[in-house]
């Protein structure tokens, strides 16, 4: 259980994937304007990256490994990424059109969202068995979650402060983002 702690909070915060690794960045600029937005787009996430760490898991380990066609390991994790997707995106389409319309082309970026084929590699890179795969998949999607509506707060936060000129718009957003980077470094010695 310890261990399973370790790798939830090691994903979420100290190697968050946003904030420390760089991965998932469009959406992360993209959809943060709004908590709510950023919330939603938190959930598809959190969604996605976990049931795929356990798909990708299961078929690294009994497909890829026992066929020894692990080189085959990038196109088939973006092929179940794209399946999840595209069941994520039928669903919100379903059951909240409200936020799948707010989400709009960034929900099928999901599909390339490098954060999600990141923590899939990672499990396999770290060599993760199917629980600790899972495990790492909330812990990555929980930190995405977390930067993304922490980063939509602030922009709202700010939408009505004296900027200068020169900084409205991606340039404040981009120093912002780069603050919350260096705060995230300070989980490092956590773990």
């Known amino acids: 259980m310890k261990e399973l702690i370790l790798v939830v909070v090691s994903a979420a915060l100290v190697n968050n994937i946003i904030l420390s690794q760089f991965q998932g960045l469009c959406p992360f600029l993209g959809v943060s304007k709004k908590t709510d937005t950023a919330a939603g787009m938190g959930v598809a996430v959190i969604f996605v990256i976990t049931l795929a760490s356990f798909v990708t898991s299961l078929i690294y380990k009994f497909v890829l490994t026992p066929m020894n066609i692990t080189y085959l390991q990038t196109i088939a ?72 509506v922490l980063l939509a707060s602030i922009r709202e936060s700010i939408e009505d402060n004296d900027i200068p000129n020169s900084f409205k718009g991606s340039p404040i957003v981009l120093i912002t983002s780069g603050l919350m980077a260096i705060a995230f470094m300070g989980f490092a010695g956590l773990i």
Not at 109 to 130: D, F, H, M, P, S
């Open 77 to 148: 994790f973006i092929l179940v990424i794209a399946a999840l997707v595209q069941f994520v995106e039928m669903f919100l389409k379903k059951s909240m059109p409200s936020l799948y319309q707010a989400l709009g082309v960034f929900l099928p970026l999901i599909t390339t969202n490098c954060a999600v084929l990141g923590a899939a590699l990672t499990n396999v890179q770290k060599g993760y068995g199917i629980l600790l795969s899972i495990f790492n998949g909330i812990g990555t999607a929980v930190g995405f979650t977390i930067a993304i």
